[in-house]
């Protein structure tokens, strides 16, 4: 049964990176948006912490207040661009799982290890079985990290991102390899199965 584990891994590594190539792509077309973004507030920063250096005479806190009030800004800017992306990837694999199962029963990386999704009677697991396969194991960690994201965002660093994901992950896994029928999470709730076509 571990062979089974470990080709789903595998399949799951493989579709990930087929979902990565449109996210690389538009990483890279937005680069310039996030540029001119970034160059945008930051001149609005200078105008308006410079103006206040200058009026406090040089004073060390205006100075402090001013630069700790940029960087918060532009890393604010940064990260939302970031969890953006992250969340569109997410987006894109949950639409490739979702219909990628409900038409063919498999995506491409469990087609190259040479597994198949099916409901208990053998079928294709169909339009809502796909996704709702979909929506718990793809679904719901892009939520655990929105909901992180913006966690972190108001200052709120008591339970870190990793930390939420990670238990997600764990939480998803210990299914898959602690009960008998070795069917993770996403598989029951979906009522299908992941059986091997060799």
């Known amino acids: 049964?571990?062979?089974?584990?470990?080709?789903?891994?595998?399949?799951?590594?493989?579709?990930g990176a087929f979902v990565m190539l449109p996210t690389a792509l538009l990483g890279w077309a937005?680069?310039?948006?996030?540029?001119?973004?970034?160059?945008f507030q930051l001149r609005g920063l200078v105008r308006r912490g410079g103006g206040r250096v200058l009026t406090s005479g040089l004073d060390a806190e205006a100075v402090k207040d001013s630069a700790r009030e940029s960087v918060a800004l532009l890393a604010r800017t940064a990260s939302t661009f970031l969890v953006a992306l992250v969340l569109f990837a997410m987006l894109v694999w949950l639409v490739y799982d979702w219909l990628a199962h409900a038409a063919f029963g498999r995506t491409i990386g469990k087609a190259v290890f040479?597994?198949?999704?099916v409901r208990f009677d053998g079928s294709k697991p169909g339009a809502l079985c796909g996704l709702i396969?979909?929506?718990?194991?793809?679904?719901?960690p892009a939520v655990i990290l929105l909901y992180g994201w913006m966690y972190a965002l108001v200052g709120r660093t008591?339970?870190?991102?990793?930390?939420?994901?990670?238990?997600?992950?764990?939480?998803?896994?210990?299914f898959l390899v602690?009960?008998?029928?070795?069917?993770?999470?996403?598989?029951?709730?979906?009522?299908?199965?992941?059986?091997?076509?060799r």
Do not use: Q
């Open 1 to 15: 049964m571990i062979g089974i584990i470990m080709r789903r891994v595998g399949a799951r590594m493989i579709d």
């Open 30 to 39: 937005a680069v310039p948006l996030m540029k001119a973004v970034l160059g």
């Open 114 to 117: 040479g597994l198949r999704v």
């Open 133 to 140: 396969r979909a929506a718990v194991l793809i679904g719901a």
């Open 158 to 174: 008591d339970r870190p991102l990793t930390f939420l994901v990670t238990e997600w992950i764990v939480f998803g896994g210990l």
């Open 178 to 197: 602690l009960l008998p029928s070795h069917r993770a999470l996403h598989d029951r709730l979906s009522f299908t199965r992941v059986c091997s076509t």
